[in-house]
């Protein structure tokens, strides 16, 4: 495949770039942070998305350099805003960890690395697990993720609901939010929404609530579904109808305006 003989070159060359999307929090639609998506400014292809790439760079292992490099440049962008708003307008930033990432033996200490380098503190990184990444997880996988934990980074269950979740496995996973799957959000659409999909949505919500997880909402497309969300106690939230992925200083203008 073409695309996977040219992505070790395409690292060193630096065409990876990253596109942040807004979090708010759905109580006033202040911005909490953003999650950072790779792309890849192929030069015969253009913008590639990462589906097109991150399942090639896992499948070669590229994943690894590929995901720290992501990791470093979005922790850099998250102590940029620090310096350009001040400590008032606290923001997150949310970077996706593949399967592979959690299994090499470095993710522990490049995060460390990391963070001591750029002095961002841990509690201003979110990891991204998926939940299927973390299905049936032994010891061993869940104890790097622990150890971040334990040092204030925030794990969170990405794509959560999509149909493998067991809800009393939750207690032993070292997360503290859940990222509801777009799913849920696509059924707040009709007005009255489905009444099965309020009940899961409310019985998720109240079961994290109870553990200490925050629920973040993805998929986000309009204001009917924000309020649907809101009422039923979702926390925070992100999609096209806040903001689009797009370029860093735009997370500025927004952030700007609501602080
Ligand atoms: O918004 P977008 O189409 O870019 O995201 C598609 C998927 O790609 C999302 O599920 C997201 O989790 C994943 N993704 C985006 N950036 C990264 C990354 O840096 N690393 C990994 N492992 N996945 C990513
Ligand atoms: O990590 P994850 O796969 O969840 O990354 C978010 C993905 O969802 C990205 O591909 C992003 O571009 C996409 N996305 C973000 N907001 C919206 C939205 O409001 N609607 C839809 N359909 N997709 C969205
Ligand atoms: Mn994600
Ligand atoms: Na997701």
């Known amino acids: 495949?073409?695309?996977?003989?040219?992505?070790?070159?395409?690292?060193?060359?630096?065409?990876?770039?990253?596109?942040?999307?807004?979090?708010?929090?759905?109580?006033?639609?202040?911005?909490?942070?953003?999650?950072?998506?790779?792309?890849?400014?192929?030069?015969?292809?253009?913008?590639?998305?990462?589906?097109?790439?991150?399942?090639?760079?896992?499948?070669?292992?590229?994943?690894?350099?590929?995901?720290?490099?992501?990791?470093?440049?979005?922790?850099r962008q998250a102590r940029a805003w620090r310096e350009s708003y001040g400590d008032g307008v606290p923001l997150r930033i949310n970077v996706n960890l593949s399967p592979c990432q959690l299994t090499h033996p470095g993710l522990v200490q490049d995060t460390v690395d990391i963070l001591e380098r750029t002095g961002v503190a841990p509690d201003a990184l979110c990891l991204e697990?998926?939940?299927?990444?973390?299905?049936?997880?032994?010891?061993?996988?869940?104890?790097?993720?622990?150890?971040?934990?334990?040092?204030?980074?925030?794990?969170?269950?990405?794509?959560?609901?999509?149909?493998y979740s067991n809800l009393a496995n939750l207690r032993r996973l070292p997360v503290s939010i859940l990222k509801l799957d777009r799913s849920f959000t696509q059924s707040m659409q009709q007005f009255p929404a489905d009444p099965v999909d309020l009940k899961i949505v409310e019985g998720i919500v109240s079961l994290a609530h109870?553990?200490?997880?925050?629920?973040?909402?993805?998929?986000?497309?309009?204001?009917?579904?924000a309020e649907q969300l809101r009422i039923l106690g979702c926390d925070t939230a992100q999609g096209w109808y806040y903001a689009r992925p797009g370029p860093p200083d735009r997370l500025h203008d927004l952030a700007l305006v609501d602080a």
């Open 1 to 75: 495949h073409g695309l996977t003989t040219a992505l070790p070159a395409a690292l060193d060359r630096k065409e990876f770039f990253i596109e942040y999307q807004p979090l708010v929090h759905l109580g006033d639609g202040t911005v909490h942070g953003a999650e950072a998506l790779v792309r890849w400014l192929h030069p015969q292809h253009g913008v590639l998305g990462p589906d097109r790439f991150i399942p090639l760079a896992e499948h070669t292992g590229l994943i690894v350099p590929l995901g720290r490099w992501v990791l470093e440049q979005s922790v």
């Open 129 to 163: 697990v998926t939940e299927s990444a973390l299905i049936g997880a032994d010891d061993d996988l869940l104890k790097p993720l622990r150890q971040l934990a334990e040092m204030g980074v925030d794990i969170a269950l990405d794509d959560f609901g999509t149909g």
């Open 210 to 225: 109870s553990l200490n997880l925050t629920v973040t909402v993805e998929g986000v497309e309009t204001g009917a579904q």
